[in-house]
Structures are given as C-alpha cells and as structure tokens.
C-alpha cells in the first residue's frame, strides 16, 4: 500500500532525459551513481537538454535511474 502512495508521489521525468541516461549507461564509459561524469558524457554526446535538465534537478537523479531502468525492463 505504502509502495502505491510513494509511486504516485513521483516525478516525472522527460523521456529525453532517461534516453540520454540509456545511452550513457550504454556506452559503459562511467560508473551511472557518478552523476557529474554521467552529466559531463552527456554534453559531450550532445544530450545537452538532458544533462541541463540533471543538472538542475540533482534530487531526480535517482529517480530518473530507477525510471531509466524500469523502461530497459520492458
């Protein structure tokens, strides 16, 4: 019951953002829980909305991963 209330409470957050966060996770070039680096591997991939949307929405981060993940499951 609790897990129902906290899933509703959630952020969304943009499809771009887990696809920039799918990439990066793809491209094996850094450890997903290294937010600045994952940021900076965006930028230089040219997800630049993406890293500027973690960038300014740091307490997201972990969600946008369990969200990121969630979509591989699928």
Do not use: C, H
């Amino acid at each position: 019951l609790n897990e129902n209330k906290k899933k509703g409470s959630l952020m969304e957050i943009p499809k771009y953002v887990l696809d920039g966060l799918e990439t990066v996770r793809s491209s094996g070039l850094t450890n997903m829980l290294d937010r600045p680096t994952v940021i900076d591997i965006m930028f230089s991939l040219d997800y630049n909305d993406a890293a500027s949307w973690l960038d300014l929405n740091k307490k997201e981060y972990m969600e946008a991963l369990m969200q990121m993940g969630q979509l591989r499951k699928k």
